[in-house]
């Protein structure tokens, strides 16, 4: 299973912000897929279907950017997911 996460900063006044690309990217990727029924969880939004043959578990942080790891660690602990299978979509380039 791989963690896909979308990080952004939670609430209406940010949305479609340049910041908030890893929210959108998560949001077409459930589009796409037919990924639904978000649940609120482990201090996200956690979705979970199939990309192609692979499950996922789609994550968006409902914590501020500089917070966002909490939740990836909450959730990839609770699922047991190596660190190699987390995937992280933001806005800037390494």
Do not use: C
Not at 50 to 74: A, I, Y
């Amino acid at each position: 299973m791989k963690l896909l996460v979308g990080l952004g900063n939670p609430g209406a006044q940010y949305a479609g912000n340049r910041h908030n690309i890893g929210f959108m990217a998560i949001d077409a990727i459930a589009d796409s897929h037919g990924i639904s029924g978000w649940k609120s969880k482990h201090a996200g939004l956690l979705a979970e279907g199939m990309v192609g043959n692979e499950r996922v578990l789609l994550l968006k942080p409902q914590t501020f950017m500089n917070k966002s790891g909490d939740s990836v660690q909450q959730v990839a602990r609770f699922y047991k997911i190596d660190p190699a299978e987390v995937i992280v979509l933001y806005d800037e380039l390494d």
